[in-house]
């Protein structure tokens, strides 16, 4: 089982940038894929960026491509989200997850252990 700590979350306005790092703990990390999920108020927990254990393949949906960019330190233990031209529809609360298999990264249900959660809010 591996623990993660979300931090880097914050009010920017629209078009600014935010970065979110997840520090893990508890296992070797470099074995577990990891991934970002964020849940807006009223809405169901969605799927944000993945990357594999050894950081070969990256993963996002439609709506976040281009603009943020998931990436990982291994020596470091430590998962990172890079934001830019934020929206206010990337208003929500960021969630970094664990996994060990790699299938099915896109799913909530694939991932393991989760942390708390990181709010980022973006004015318009």
């Known amino acids: 089982q591996v623990q993660l700590v979300e931090s880097g979350g914050g009010s920017v306005q629209a078009g600014g940038s935010l970065r979110l790092s997840c520090k893990a703990s508890?296992?070797?990390?470099?074995?577990?894929?990891m991934g970002w999920f964020r849940q807006a108020d009223g809405k169901e927990r969605a799927f944000v960026a993945a990357?594999?254990?050894?950081?070969?393949?990256?993963y996002y949906p439609d709506s976040v491509r281009g603009r943020f960019t998931i990436s990982r330190d291994n020596a470091k233990n430590t998962l990172f989200l890079q934001m830019n031209s934020l929206k206010p529809e990337d208003t929500a609360v960021y969630y970094c997850?664990?996994?060990?298999?790699?299938?099915?990264?896109?799913?909530?249900?694939?991932?393991?252990?989760w942390g708390q959660g990181t709010q980022v809010t973006v004015t318009s």
């Open positions: 508890g296992s070797t990390f470099s074995i577990f894929h």
């Open positions: 997850a664990s996994s060990r298999q790699i299938s099915r990264l896109g799913e909530a249900a694939a991932y393991e252990s």
């Open positions: 990357i594999t254990g050894n950081a070969a393949a990256r």
